[in-house]
């Protein structure tokens, strides 16, 4: 540990306290460790009795993905801190040095490639080799793709959408006009196969849903100090989703398709989980750490989904419970 804070430099001796910190806070009783611990025993169990079944290939590409995938995210996010870190910053001076930069982003890697190395044996640990491998070339990716924007000056973030489209986003009644929208799309598109028409149906109310999923961590901020309850602020953000969902399951209900309307419901239910996740982590965290966290929750509970469905609803109230209960206790709280 000496030696990687000394390599790395104040830049790493910096976010290494930082996130210090955020695992202090973010376990800071003994019953969120003992939650904690007692979910990754589970899904670890989970994941080593699904694996165990698989061929040597898939598993080889399964562990070759989760190394890229992880390798991406470390590299997306600290190449942002060392952005933050050269405009706005403390050690501006440090974060300008290329040198000092590089010894910092190769110090922090070796705490999420340990993270790697664990989680593949406790899995596969005959794959271990090919997870440290796609987790450096995911994060070979990821710097290479940041010093390429910084050298083009080129962004490849997506611009937000306006505060008054953010507002009608919020509104029951544009939720519910959205909602009519797919319910025309089924009526022009009944000379599709039934299966076809399903997939398609499915992936417009999808993409409808995620649009009545955004949150502003600013309104947040100021709801939850101004003594707004977290379960107010998520019902005030979740307006236009539910008018949108209610419309869309009611007429497909309605048009004979049952099956079709408990997709739309559980899409709906799942769009409302990431909205509630995000606004309850926004009052506990700042906005970077919230969409870190709920990156990783949504990551958690899609593979959750997948290798055991029946699991993941108690997952999710769990999660939402003990979120609620640590968001409740920062309502009125400035920092």
């Known amino acids: 540990m000496r030696f990687f804070r000394g390599f790395g430099g104040r830049l790493y001796k910096h976010d290494s306290q930082l996130a210090i910190n955020l695992a202090r806070s973010v ?22 009795s699904r694996v165990s079944e698989m061929q040597l290939p898939t598993r080889t590409w399964i562990a070759l993905a989760v190394g890229i995938a992880l390798g991406w995210s470390a590299g997306q996010l600290l190449n942002a801190r060392a952005k933050f870190h050269a405009s706005d910053g403390v050690i501006a001076s440090d974060a300008l040095n290329p040198k000092l930069v590089r010894h910092f982003l190769i110090a922090f890697h070796v705490a999420p490639i340990a993270l790697t190395i664990a989680l593949v044996l406790m899995v596969m640990p005959d794959l271990v080799l090919f997870a440290v491998s796609g987790y450096g070339a995911g994060a070979y990716l990821a710097y290479r793709l940041a010093a390429f924007s910084h050298e083009k000056n080129v962004s490849f973030r997506w611009s937000a959408a306006s505060p ?56 947040v901020a100021f709801m939850r100090v101004s003594g707004k309850a977290p379960l107010s602020i998520i019902l005030y953000h979740i307006k236009g989703l539910a008018g949108f969902g209610a419309v869309v399951a009611c007429l497909i209900w309605f048009g004979d398709s049952t099956g079709l309307a408990v997709t739309v419901v559980a899409i ?19 906005k970077a750490i919230g969409d870190l966290l709920t990156g990783l929750t949504i990551a958690a509970i899609m593979g959750a989904v997948v290798i055991a469905a029946p699991l993941a609803p108690v997952l999710m109230a769990l999660l939402v419970w003990n979120l609620h209960r640590r968001a409740s206790a920062r309502t009125w709280l400035i920092t």
């Open 268 to 286: 709906v239910l799942a769009a409302g989980f990431l909205i509630a996740i995000r606004i309850l982590l926004y009052c506990i965290h700042f």
């Open 27 to 48: 376990f800071a009783r003994w019953q969120d460790r003992i939650l904690a611990l007692a979910l990754l025993a589970l899904c670890v169990a989970l994941l080593r």
């Open 164 to 219: 008054a489209i953010r507002a009608l986003l919020r509104n029951p009644v544009i939720g519910a006009i959205a909602g009519a929208l797919p319910v025309f799309a089924i009526a022009l598109q009944q000379g599709l196969e039934p299966r076809a028409l399903q997939i398609l149906v499915t992936a417009e109310i999808t993409i409808l849903a995620l649009l009545f999923t955004t949150v502003e961590y600013p309104i």
